[in-house]
């Protein structure tokens, strides 16, 4: 869906993004997601950046703690994302379902040997295992839970990778339309 709309008589085209429907500038709906592990371990935190995440996914790791799969659009604008933490296979298969770039740092045996190779796993791999520059350590919490990056650090992750200009390959969320105000049905 595309809109038309008018400020200081500019004519501007807005489309909703395939991620998550908000309406973004033309040329942004479809770019290449980012999806990062993140801890949710009750003594970190807040966490930082799933504010900004476009879907969240949440599922059990083990011993009742959770972890979340935060999916980004890579022009959001984030100085840190994390605690960064490990693959489990079914956050692999819903990071698949976007093609994304897949960062996290080691992981279980099942989701390690299903992201062994990029080519049949359905995801770029950015394992901090054998991908350190794209990473840092927080001295305010223990290891392992101190690991971030940010979408700074993705974006040239995606740039070294030669994935920055290209678009996703997922199909985008169908969205319903809202009617217009004259539109919608009054109450009696």
Known sequence: ETVQWNINSEQTSEMRRFLDGVMVPAGKENLFPIGVMIENLVTVRPQAGLQKASV????????????????????????????????????????KEYGALYVYVGGSPQALSALRDD?????????QMTASPYFWRKKEFAAPHNLFTSSKLLVFALHDRDLLEKPGIFA??????????EERPTEE
């Open 119 to 127: 080519a049949t796993s359905g995801v770029v791999n950015l394992d």
């Open 172 to 181: 985008p969320w169908k969205f319903i339309i809202p009617l217009k105000k």
């Open 56 to 95: 969240v996914y949440e599922a059990l790791a083990e011993g009742g703690i959770t972890r979340f799969l935060a999916v980004y659009s890579s022009d959001v604008v984030l100085d840190e994302i994390g605690p960064v933490r490990s693959a489990r296979p079914y956050f692999v298969d819903w990071a």
